[in-house]
Structures are given as structure tokens and as C-alpha cells.
């Protein structure tokens, strides 16, 4: 159960990367010239171990969530502050997607649809599961609404479960079992 749960927290956090990015912020400063070559060649400001960002890029099982971030290019300004709550699918969430549709997603021809689809999975503010309540709405930072269900101790945004709820220093990463996808247009 431990390694489900940062596995929940790192999922969470790619996320809140995701949504970051799609507020409209001031780039991120560049790693300064002392920086550890990785944080350097990876283009990741230094974070704390308990940012959003931070854990997604620690969790084995939010690798297809951090890697559409990177695709987004998101990475370096989903560091802000927040607070913000991020819906964070698992590698086995985006598995559920129709054969070939992440790879698509992931093409630079297709960044901005990308970027809708991530905004969708963040809020701009920290909501804790137990604040949310059956047919309750919810703003994404796409600028689409999402519905809440609940029935008993599970709760849904959309159709997606939420697995387990991780605290951030920028906020809440819910991780859950479905990709979000925004209504058509």
C-alpha cells in the first residue's frame, strides 16, 4: 500500500505540472549555471520533494502523465506555487485510451489539444476529497467543467475513481483511474 501511495502522490504531482502550465504565467527563471547537470539537461528548475511536479517525476506509475507534460511543455512552469488540485491519471488510465492515441497526443503538431486535455485535470485551488460533494462542479483550468459523484466512501470526478488523495506543498494531487477528457467544443 505504501508504494500505491507515492505512486499516487508522483501521479499527482505530474499533474499539477500539467495544469500550471496552462496558466498563464512567467516562464520559469533557467537552472542557474551550478545546477546539477540533470536539472540542467532536463530543463526542471530546483523543487521542493513535496511540489507537485517534484513527486509525478518520482512516480513509476505516472511516467505517460509526466511524459505528456514534457510533450506540453509544461515542465518549467508548472513549478508555480499554486494552490492547486490535480487530477493525476495513471499509466494505466492512459492505457485505457483507444490504441495509438497517447502517441498521437504527444506529436508537436498536437501540443495544444494536448494542452486542453491536461488543463481539464487541474483546479486553482486545493480541494480536499472530503470537501467534495455529489453534483458538486468543478472549474478546470481549461476552462470546462467537470461533475463530482459521490456515493458513500468513492468519489468520482467525471468517470474517473479517485484512488488516493496526496498533500503537496503547492496543493492536492487526487491520483486517479481514467484519463479526463474535455467536452467537445
Not at 520533494?49 to 510533450?71: C, F, M, Q, R, Y
Not at 518549467?76 to 493525476?88: E, H, N
Not at 467543467?145 to 459521490?150: A, E, M, Q, R, S
Amino acid at each position: 500500500m505504501r508504494g500505491l501511495s507515492r505512486l499516487i502522490v508522483i501521479g499527482g504531482l505530474a499533474c499539477g505540472l500539467l495544469v500550471l502550465g496552462c496558466k498563464k504565467q512567467e516562464p520559469a527563471p533557467a537552472a542557474p549555471a551550478e545546477a546539477a547537470p540533470a536539472e540542467q539537461a532536463s530543463n526542471i528548475p530546483p523543487l521542493d520533494e513535496s511540489n507537485i511536479v517534484s513527486i509525478a517525476i518520482g512516480s513509476e506509475d505516472h511516467t505517460t502523465l509526466v511524459a505528456a507534460i514534457k510533450a506540453a511543455d509544461y515542465v518549467t512552469s508548472v513549478a508555480a506555487s499554486g494552490p492547486l488540485t490535480v487530477f493525476a491519471p495513471t499509466n494505466e488510465a492512459f492505457a485505457k485510451l483507444p490504441e495509438g492515441t497517447v502517441e498521437n497526443l504527444v506529436k508537436p503538431e498536437n501540443v495544444d489539444t494536448l494542452r486542453k486535455i491536461l488543463q481539464y485535470h487541474v483546479t486553482t485551488s486545493a480541494l480536499d476529497k472530503s470537501w467534495l460533494k455529489d453534483g458538486q462542479t468543478l472549474g478546470m483550468a481549461n476552462g470546462k467543467k467537470t461533475t463530482v459523484h459521490v456515493d458513500g466512501d468513492t468519489v468520482m470526478i467525471n468517470d474517473a475513481t479517485i484512488l488516493a488523495s496526496i498533500p503537496a506543498s503547492n496543493g492536492i494531487v487526487h491520483v486517479i483511474d481514467v484519463v479526463l477528457l474535455p467536452p467537445e467544443e
